[in-house]
T-cell receptor
Framework: GAVVSQHPSWVICKSGTSVKIECRSL??????MFWYRQFPKQSLMLMATSNEGSKATYEQGVEKDKFLINHASLTLSTLTVTSAHPEDSSFYIC???????????FGQGTRLTVV | GQNIDQPTEMTATEGAIVQINCTYQTSGFNGLFWYQQHAGEAPTFLSY??LDGLEEKGRFSSFLSRSKGYSYLLLKELQMKDSASYLC??????????????WGLGTSLAVNP
């Protein structure tokens, strides 16, 4: 079946540094990927829609200059959390759609802790 | 606007049957999804309904009534490993991207021995 791989699965960084998270579709091409953030015991919050070859579409309230998204190929989207602060600590998850299928396939998620 | 409601928590006994309800309001309904999410892990796809009726897949079934804006996920022969959060999500063709999902807050299911 389709697999979406997300890396790293967890990362600890110092406040003020930047962290890059990768999301790869392993056996299919994904023109659209989605980036979510999830705080403990809360549901998924869509941050942005990553579009291959064009600018990402950010949800209201999400700072595009802080959460940089690059979707340079049909199999890779990256999310960079710039100048991270402790309040950015969260579980970040990407998802991708395969062809015309209805379901979204999720990456394993990245647990970010900013200290 | 868009809104999805599901119970926050449910408790059930191993071997029993549990039904998790989801109601939604969207302007351009284009499919409803159920996902399972264990603590600390990403969601995994369970079911998809776009037409009215029941979709059965092993121990899990999902029902949809578009006229009522209502769906349920039915879990049979509950096992301890079914303890997880169950997320209802709706696709809205008017949401700006036809693959964008609107998510409910999830139902945390605890299965007791």
């Amino acid at each position: 079946g389709a697999v979406v791989s997300q890396h790293p699965s967890w990362v600890i960084c110092k406040s003020g540094t930047s962290v890059k998270i990768e999301c790869r579709s392993l056996d299919f091409q994904a023109t659209t990927m989605f980036w979510y953030r999830q705080f403990p015991k809360q549901s998924l919050m869509l941050m942005a829609t990553s579009n291959e070859g064009s600018k990402a579409t950010y949800e209201q309230g999400v700072e595009k200059d802080k959460f940089l998204i690059n979707h340079a190929s049909l199999t890779l989207s990256t999310l960079t959390v710039t100048s991270a602060h402790p309040e950015d600590s969260s579980f970040y998850i990407c998802s991708a759609h395969r062809g015309s299928g209805p379901g979204a396939f999720f990456g394993q998620g990245t647990r970010l802790t900013v200290v | 606007g868009q809104n999805i409601d599901q119970p926050t928590e449910m408790t059930a006994t191993e071997g029993a049957i549990v039904q998790i309800n989801c109601t939604y309001q969207t302007s351009g309904f284009n499919g409803l999804f159920w996902y399972q999410q264990h603590a600390g892990e990403a969601p995994t796809f369970l079911s998809y309904n776009v037409l009215d009726g029941l979709e059965e897949k092993g121990r899990f079934s999902s029902f949809l009534s578009r006229s009522k804006g209502y769906s349920y996920l039915l879990l049979k022969e509950l096992q301890m490993k079914d303890s997880a959060s169950y997320l209802c999500a709706v696709r809205d063709r008017n949401a700006g991207n036809n693959r964008k999902l609107i998510w409910g807050l999830g139902t945390s299911l605890a299965v007791n021995p």
